[in-house]
């Protein structure tokens, strides 16, 4: 025996029941509360024993909280008793002793709080009259909130909207500084903001943008002084040398050249389109995981337009309509975009009949929509359908055997100029070279492109300038809201933008817009009188810009000149779909017995091109991956995933002359159990005892040197590192695991092949489907997915913990602050739950209890939707001087049930050179065939397909 051990054993042994003996005495002691009533606010503190019947977290738990009859208790902040964590694991603790809420409150009477911890106690308090202590825990509640405030903004846990109103408002009117955000060392971890989050304006910048609007009063006396638009960018036209003539579709002589441009081919595949999109609930995100909140984009803008199918028209669809695309100035579905639906008729009669009847009935839907007719250049008319408040705006043009049904004035126009001739997408020097490599004779199923037309205009000041005052005016009428709820839940009866600013609730010359109009707050969340309803606003393009103030003119600059900085020019980019049926016969069950095709997966392929890409910045990319391969490593028998990669660059911290090297690296099957510690899934022992793989490179050690050493020696069979890694090589081949036998496994296998394609990158991935990896996939899946459903509970349940809105109305009101319904990412639906003794909470049905407010176990049989249908993976990447390629096949299981199209060859290489077929005479329009029934005549009415974010 180790006497030596004896003293350290002992002392162990006391301060385990010292600990016992405090933990006991704390979840046993009465509440401990101080209050002090001043001028304002006054400010309160009460620590109470934690309720340790279930693992509770609870700063990330709203059910911790406290409240007083008659709402006199504001804007709770906690802070939780420490317990050293050497006690907390000798004891296995994971739920705090005791818990300190601070709080306003507001009045000098007696208080009553209702405690929860999350059970109920109940206590009462006088406060007291003592500036000085006032002023001391004053400073000490500002600290947690505020805190709290910061950690939500660096990492939200779920959309703090609520907070990020509360705290910079409370700071302006308490004269308090906010937070410096935490400094982040390691590059990961920095949730540093790029010019696309101000360009396509993420959530993270509208969160930053409130801050920014609830800073600092205005200068109310002084007008800003306007000046022209600034000038564009540099934007260098990308030069293009085009071999020979080059087909192209009819349909895209009648696009704008700047215009976004999703191409189906013909009603078929536009069907397959809508269909995938709303199996997915109009996200095609929710194909991976589900998301947490549906913002309604698509259906804002079917309505706006006003189309709508009839089940008729899946069959006769494609009698009339020969083509369609998607097409659109800009991307901002979510405050309202200049977008249309552009159809090539078969049927010119039946086409604009049905477009027609559709269009006119928002006339008996709104009363206040009208339909007049609008002149175009050159004689060209359209018919417009509107409301004053955007609910509807429709246009429906005709231009011979084209139809196009938009949102947009401009549009409109620009289809009209572009039929006649003026800058089509089928004359863009950049289209032509995309269709030269993506040939329309392969048929795909989407065509994407967007155009180096598109990007530049998105980044021309007009675009910008007006994205930002509509941003803006947006989230002035969302803080509109939050300060009217902040005013009630103080008992304040300002309703007005004027009381508002006037009692302190919106800093002063909030209610100026930019570029005119003004704000007037509604039941249904507010109106810009210049720009419509958020969601609904008139389109950028459609929107007077000029003048500009000399802030909005620096700020475009400031942006151009980060722009140019991070990403130098953007240039276009195109994708190409194919679908290719996989099929298998089976006997009818009727008394023919015929065989019939049925269809059981899909083979998706897709290749996407930038060329050129001169002006392109692409960091510190270009200078790690080495030049194209036309080889690549064979895969070896039984991975499941393995990845390719070349690389040219200097090592990391071991410095060096670059190394030309393919890094490569496989992962076999392997199970892992997973324990749960406060509230994270993680694999029980070590990542060496876990995973089942290998790294490895060829001719040179490279990276794997970073493991190795310099220049390691190549051995076989593997020998042991320091490191728990295996070490073993052959010829010019080295290979890294944490198992022996895979070294010794996979070293004889390794060769070098011929690739279809030069390429840098390269991976494969199998079907996943009954392996442990998916299990454990899924695990951790679960764990994130528990995460996005609980985050929107969080938002709903602090409403009524900040501002004392009345819980069942907390979900409704949530969701018209995120622009859109929470949908559970575990498929359940969101219930106010009514707990024995505590407080009620929103929290999702599909959780189970023991779940619902920390992860505490996961369970056998979720599964991520992915898994469902994932059959299996490829694809390939390359970067050269000239272009950028990429090259992705994936097998679906489970496909949509609808009509098989007709059998197709798989895509031709980007380097092979196609057929040209005849181009298409559109010098005439179509005469009329014979009418089948009419579209309009069913009533059984279903949504077009939802435009994406």
């Not at 190409?576 to 099929?583: C, D, E, G, K, S």
Request: charged share 25%; hydrophobic share 40%.
């Amino acid at each position: 025996m180790n006497f030596h051990r004896i003293p350290n054993l002992f002392a162990l042994l006391v301060a385990s029941l010292l600990a016992t003996m405090s933990l006991s005495t704390i979840c046993t002691a009465a509440p401990r509360v101080e209050a002090y009533s001043g001028a304002g606010f006054g400010v309160g503190r009460v620590t109470v024993p934690v309720d340790r019947g279930e693992p509770s977290l609870p700063i990330s738990d709203e059910r911790f909280t406290v409240e007083s009859a008659g709402g006199r208790v504001l804007y709770p902040a906690l802070k939780i008793a420490p317990v050293r964590r050497l006690l907390r694991r000798i004891l296995e603790i994971d739920t705090p002793a005791a818990v300190t809420m601070y709080f306003l409150f507001v009045g000098d009477e007696p208080l009553r709080l209702d405690l929860y911890s999350p059970t109920q106690q109940t206590i009462t308090v006088t406060p007291r009259r003592d500036a000085r202590q006032q002023e001391r825990l004053l400073a000490e509640w500002w600290e947690e909130y505020s805190n709290r405030w910061r950690d939500l903004r660096q990492d939200p846990e779920f959309p703090p909207v609520v907070e990020n109103f509360v705290a910079p408002t409370l700071a302006r009117r308490l004269n308090q500084e906010l937070p410096t955000p935490r400094r982040r060392w390691l590059p990961w971890e920095q949730n540093k903001q790029t010019i696309w989050d101000e360009l396509l304006a993420t959530e993270a910048y509208r969160l930053e943008l409130d801050q920014e609007l609830l800073a600092t009063d205005g200068d109310i006396q002084q007008q800003p002084e306007m000046v022209p638009l600034p000038p564009s960018m540099p934007w260098p036209e990308p030069q293009i040398t085009l071999q020979g003539e080059v087909v192209t579709e009819p349909i895209a002589g009648h696009v704008p050249a700047e215009s976004f441009y999703i191409r189906f081919g013909n009603f078929k595949n536009y069907l397959w389109f809508r269909d995938l999109n709303r199996k997915w609930e109009g996200d095609l995100k929710n194909m991976i995981l589900r998301r947490g909140i549906d913002r309604k984009a698509g259906l804002r803008i079917e309505q706006q337009l006003s189309l709508s199918e009839s089940a008729l028209a899946k069959i006769v669809g494609p009698q009339v309509i020969d083509d369609v695309a998607l097409i659109g100035l800009d991307p901002y579905t979510t405050d309202g975009a200049a977008v249309g639906i552009l159809f090539q008729a078969r049927n010119n009669f039946l086409l604009a009949r049905d477009l027609t009847t559709q269009r006119r009935r928002a006339l008996d839907t709104f009363d206040d929509a009208s339909e007049t007719t609008i002149d175009f250049p050159d004689g060209k008319q359209a018919s417009l359908i509107a409301s004053p408040s955007g609910e509807v705006r429709t246009y429906y043009a005709q231009d011979g055997d084209f139809h196009l049904v938009t949102n947009s004035r401009t549009l409109a126009g620009r289809f009209f100029a572009a039929g006649a001739g003026k800058t089509p997408l089928a004359e863009d020097p950049a289209f032509l070279l995309a269709r030269s490599q993506q040939p329309v004779d392969r048929e795909d199923c989407v065509f994407i492109h967007l155009s180096n037309q598109f990007f530049r205009t998105l980044c021309s000041p007009r675009t910008w300038i007006e994205s930002q005052r509509r941003l803006s005016s947006s989230r002035r009428l969302k803080l509109v809201t939050l300060a009217k709820l902040m005013a009630t839940a103080e008992g304040s009866a300002a309703s007005s933008l004027a009381e508002l600013i006037a009692e302190g609730y919106l800093p002063a010359g909030f209610d100026r817009c930019a570029g005119g109009g003004e704000l007037i707050c509604d039941a249904l969340g507010g109106i810009d009188t210049r720009r419509g309803r958020p969601g609904l606003f008139l389109p950028i393009p459609d929107t007077e810009i000029e003048p500009v103030t000399t802030e909005e003119a620096r700020m475009y600059r400031r942006f151009s000149e980060r722009f140019i900085q991070e990403v130098g020019v953007m240039r276009p980019v195109s994708i190409a779909l194919q679908r290719v049926p996989i099929t298998k016969k089976v006997e009818e069950t009727d008394k023919t017995k015929i065989p019939r095709e049925v269809l059981v997966a899909e083979h998706l392929i897709a290749e996407v091109l930038i060329e050129p890409r001169d002006g392109m910045k692409l960091g510190k990319l270009e200078d790690w991956l080495g030049p194209p391969s036309e080889e690549a490593i064979l895969p070896a028998h039984d991975d499941l995933a393995n990845m390719e990669i070349v690389l040219e660059a200097a090592l990391p911290l071991l410095g060096g002359d670059p190394e030309l090297h393919h890094l490569f690296g496989g992962v076999r099957d392997f199970r892992s159990p997973l324990v749960v510690r406060k509230g994270t899934a993680a694999p029980i022992g070590s990542t060496s005892e876990m995973i089942r793989g290998y790294l490895g490179a060829w001719p040179k050690p490279g990276l794997l040197q970073l493991f190795t050493g310099a220049q390691p020696r190549v051995r076989e069979p593997a020998e042991e590192l320091e490191n728990a890694m295996w070490l073993g090589g052959r010829d010019d081949f080295l290979l890294l695991s944490f198992k022996p036998e895979i070294v010794n496994e996979v070293i004889p296998q390794l060769a070098r092949v011929p690739a279809e394609r030069p390429a840098q990158l390269r991976f494969t991935v199998s079907d996943l489907s009954g392996t442990g990896l998916a299990e454990l996939i899924s695990s951790f899946g679960y764990g994130r997915a528990r995460e996005t459903s609980a985050a929107a509970s969080r938002l709903m349940n602090t409403l009524g913990n900040q501002l004392n809105i009345p819980r069942d109305q907390c979900q409704e009101l949530a969701g018209q602050l995120m622009d859109g319904g929470f949908v559970c990412a575990l498929g359940g639906e969101y219930q106010l739950f009514q707990p024995a003794s505590g407080i009620p909470v929103w929290s999702s049905n599909a959780l189970p209890k023991e779940n619902r407010f920390l992860l505490t176990s996961l369970p056998d049989d979720f599964e991520l939707p992915f898994l469902s249908w994932f059959g299996g993976a490829s694809g390939d990447a390359c970067l050269t001087e000239e272009s950028i390629t990429a090259h992705l096949e994936l097998l679906m299981r489970e496909p949509l049930d609808m009509e098989l199209p007709r059998e197709k060859p798989m895509m031709q290489p980007l380097s092979e050179p196609a057929a040209k077929p005849q181009a298409a005479d559109e010098s005439q329009p179509k005469q009329d065939a014979p009418p089948p029934p009419a579209m309009e005549e069913s009533p059984d009415l279903e949504p077009q397909p939802q435009l994406q974010e």
